[in-house]
């Protein structure tokens, strides 16, 4: 947009009262910009900005705008083009996250009949820009992202007195991605836990994959008649979990035994899921291809597991996770000290809690509780191992969610 030869009106803050009446004789286009703050109103997402250039004022000495215009209401959302510093006055730093703008040429005439109304730029679905015009991610997603992490990880053995004190260093690729009909993928790449210290050991996933589905069909009805008749759906909302590398180091005492799942592959039941797929309790079962690599064969795990994953805000700041799964080992060799058939039962429940960003990069608290019951190690009781564990996990690479909203204006 050009800068037009003839005056125009001020400009009007809408959150504010009116302002004083001009000079009898404005000079041309008198524009007196008032900084925007917290009341200033967002400029919508969508639609084209337009590049405005205006004479300079002592806020915005370089004359540069953005505007986003309303045709029907005769009105524009103007915002300097560059970020403010702490005094209200613009620096050198143009506005991140912004599309580009347009000039576009108008009238002088046709410029008279809008009013410039002092707003705040633009921001992208999960982002806010504050009132000097810098923008901040406030909507993260958890399940899109790279991480790297630490923890406090301490071990305790049942039938034992001493504490096995270990800390954890864990990182992975997290990846979803919706589908057609109502289909959920997800994906773990390089899911790996170190633990340093004593029984030094660890536990690591090259790839694993996931789908969830919603059927619009149920799989049967039941109607009950106890007062008024009621109908009541029930869905068969199936879907698949694969695995594939994973190995496993287990320490216990002055016993060891190293173990690779080659490939597993289950069948899986949501119990519930929320409408957007993302969060779920479900079940699971099917069978694994096991590698005994401290022994030199080969057995086959089926297994079943209940388990949940859950985002409990729209943000994406508060995340719940569990699981308790059962294995059982056939097709192995005899081996001295331990059972022919062996079992495994795991429980875990954990929580994760965004902290604080570092360039719009997520800092985040993990809480976690493991519990291990085997008998698969050779001269190892069979006995339940406990595990608390604490720490912090960076985010390098965290999206916000696909259902972010477009701004939220209690964010500051």
């Given at each position: 947009?050009?800068?037009?030869?003839?005056?125009?009106?001020?400009?009007?803050?809408?959150?504010?009262?009116?302002?004083?009446?001009?000079?009898?004789?404005?000079?041309?286009?008198?524009?007196?910009?008032?900084?925007?703050?917290?009341?200033?109103?967002?400029?919508?997402?969508?639609?084209?900005?337009?590049?405005?250039?205006?004479?300079?004022?002592?806020?915005?000495?370089?004359?540069?705008?953005?505007?986003?215009?309303?045709?029907?209401?005769?009105?524009?959302?103007?915002?300097?083009?560059?970020?403010?510093?702490?005094?209200?006055?613009?620096?050198?730093?143009?506005?991140?996250?912004?599309?580009?703008?347009?000039?576009?040429?108008?009238?002088?005439?046709?410029?008279?009949?809008?009013?410039?109304?002092?707003?705040?730029?633009?921001?992208?679905?999960?982002?806010?820009?504050?009132?000097?015009?810098r923008v901040l991610q406030y909507n993260f997603d958890l399940h899109r992202r790279v991480y790297l992490g630490g923890a406090w990880a301490p071990r305790w053995l049942r039938g034992t007195d001493g504490v096995d004190e270990r800390v954890r260093v864990d990182f992975g690729v997290d990846l979803e991605w919706p589908g057609d009909s109502d289909r959920l993928h997800r994906m773990t790449l390089l899911d790996t836990e170190l633990y340093l210290g004593d029984a030094a050991s660890y536990e690591a996933t090259l790839l694993r994959y996931d789908f969830r589905s919603q059927h619009d069909a149920p799989l049967f009805r039941v109607t009950t008649f106890h007062g008024r008749p009621r109908r009541f759906d029930v869905y068969a909302n199936l879907g698949f979990w694969m695995e594939v590398l994973h190995g496993e180091q287990v320490r216990r005492e002055d016993a060891h035994a190293d173990f690779l799942s080659l490939a597993a592959t289950d069948l899986t039941l949501d119990l519930w899921h929320s409408s957007d797929l993302v969060s779920y309790v479900r079940v699971r079962a099917g069978p694994a291809v096991e590698r005994d690599r401290t022994n030199g064969f080969f057995t086959l795990v089926p297994a079943a597991a209940l388990e949940g994953d859950l985002t409990l805000d729209r943000d994406g700041f508060h995340h719940v996770r569990f699981g308790a799964e059962a294995q059982k080992v056939l097709l192995a060799q005899a081996v001295d000290g331990r059972p022919l058939r062996p079992e495994r039962l795991r429980?875990?429940?954990?929580?994760?809690?965004?902290?604080?960003?570092?360039?719009?990069?997520?800092?985040?608290?993990?809480?976690?509780?493991?519990?291990?019951?085997?008998?698969?190690?050779?001269?190892?009781?069979?006995?339940?191992?406990?595990?608390?564990?604490?720490?912090?996990?960076?985010?390098?690479?965290?999206?916000?969610?696909?259902?972010?909203?477009?701004?939220?204006?209690?964010k500051g």
């Open positions: 947009m050009a800068e037009p030869e003839a005056p125009a009106e001020a400009p009007v803050d809408a959150t504010q009262a009116p302002t004083p009446e001009p000079p009898a004789t404005p000079e041309p286009w008198d524009f007196q910009m008032a900084v925007p703050d917290a009341s200033s109103p967002q400029q919508p997402f969508d639609g084209q900005a337009r590049c405005l250039t205006l004479p300079p004022t002592p806020a915005v000495p370089s004359g540069q705008w953005r505007a986003r215009c309303d045709e029907a209401k005769k009105e524009c959302l103007v915002s300097p083009a560059n970020e403010l510093d702490a005094e209200g006055h613009e620096n050198d730093q143009p506005l991140q996250r912004v599309d580009g703008c347009v000039s576009h040429l108008m009238p002088a005439q046709k410029a008279r009949e809008y009013r410039l109304v002092p707003a705040i730029a633009e921001a992208p679905p999960g982002w806010y820009r504050d009132e000097r015009g429980l875990r429940a954990g929580y994760e809690v965004i902290l604080l960003a570092i360039n719009d990069q997520p800092v985040s608290l993990t809480l976690d509780g493991r519990g291990t019951w085997r008998d698969d190690v050779a001269n190892a009781p069979a006995s339940w191992e406990w595990s608390a564990q604490a720490g912090l996990r960076f985010s390098l690479w965290a999206p916000a969610r696909r259902s972010a909203p477009t701004s939220s204006p209690g």
